[in-house]
């Protein structure tokens, strides 16, 4: 079994994509957002346990207007479409980020299909809309320093006051696009994350693809600041024989 449960995308390279291809890059958000559909099926075949899809960051809202208000579209054509089939498959979706800045119809179906589904015990889909990093972790402080006036807070603190602090910790995030940074998202959920930078633009990404970064990175030693488990085992012997001579010159002596 992979030891990849939660897989993080930074969906990238729509306009790029629709731009080799001497069209507008509204093109390459519509043909963008057709692919989310089979990414998302892709990690339920493969029992990925969270997919959080990065699909708008707080910095993004500085684009034109038009740009912003085909994104919104795009995501209400999304969740219209998916409605069904998010159900039938037992997935719970969630969006994070500060979605009150939405058009009003956008924010009552986020909404609505959060608590169609909010049984499911299926894969955790959470869009990132309106999202950043900073911001998401600036919004827990200050709500732990309103409920908990003088204490100091802790790592737990933190993480449970995050927008969904149910999917934990990052274990792969994959940017498509060719660009190799991560663009405020998800900071702190990313601290030991394995990661992977594909060429592919987000409208040419594929389900093979994604298959196969998987199966690539799960492969990957990930060691979380310690030592390979050969590196320990080779120490603890040395460590044993150590103390077996040391006990023995005592006997001895
Ligand atoms: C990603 O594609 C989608 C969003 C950020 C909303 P871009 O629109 O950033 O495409 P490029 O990176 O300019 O090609
Ligand atoms: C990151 O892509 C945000 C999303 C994919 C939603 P950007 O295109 O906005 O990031 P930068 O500007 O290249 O860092
Ligand atoms: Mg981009």
Known sequence: M????H???IMDGNGRWAKKRFRPRIWGHVRGSSVVSEIVQAADDINVKALTLYAFS?????????????LFKLLKKF?????????KNNIHFKVIGEINGLPEDTVTLIKETESLTAKATGLKLTFAFSYGGRCEIVRAVNQFQIQNPSKLMTEDDLSSRLYRPETGDVDLMIRTG?????????LWQMAYAELYFTPSKWPEFTAHEFKRI????SGRERRFGNVTP?????LSVE?????????VQGVLS
């Open 58 to 70: 707080t910095e993004n809202w500085s684009r034109p207007v038009e740009e912003v208000s085909i």
């Open 239 to 247: 460590r044993a024989e150590n103390n077996k001579a040391v006990f």
């Open 79 to 87: 969740l219209l479409k998916e409605q069904a089939r998010l159900l």
């Open 178 to 186: 060719g660009e190799q940074r991560i663009s405020n998202f998800l």
């Open 230 to 234: 050969q590196a320990s085992f080779q």
């Open 7 to 9: 897989v993080a995308i």
């Open 214 to 217: 998987i199966e690539h990175v």
């Open 2 to 5: 992979s030891n990849i449960k």
